[in-house]
């Protein structure tokens, strides 16, 4: 490889691995902003609903958690078996306690 190619590669290699580190940081912002979002939503219709109590939102925390821990996960490199263990018993727990949540009124 004559060596203005291999400079020319070296180059191309590093504006990826620049775009890379932009669209990491991009979504990062973009799901912390979600996460915020959705908390802020969730606390919102609890108090509209007048629903208290910590057993019925746990669906709603273990569901965030998921995001938080992935997120986490993607920032330190920590994508192993231990990570995907954590977010697959939170997601078990979300599901386990839907039956806590009340029950809506609303037929539509």
């Known amino acids: 490889m004559p060596v203005s190619a291999k400079s020319h590669f070296v180059e191309e ?13 991009i979504l990062s912002v973009i799901l912390i902003f979600s996460l915020v979002s959705s908390v802020l939503v969730v606390i919102k219709k609890r108090k509209k609903a007048g629903v208290t109590g910590i057993r019925n939102a746990l669906t709603s925390i273990c569901f965030l958690l998921i995001g938080v821990t992935a997120l986490f996960a993607y920032w330190f490199d920590f994508m192993g078996l231990l990570s995907w263990f954590i977010l697959f018993v939170l997601l078990i727990l979300g599901a386990y ?8 009124d609303d037929e539509s």
């Open 97 to 104: 306690f839907t039956k806590y949540m009340p029950v809506s």
């Open 13 to 25: 290699q590093i504006v990826k691995g620049e775009e890379s580190k932009m669209i990491q940081v």
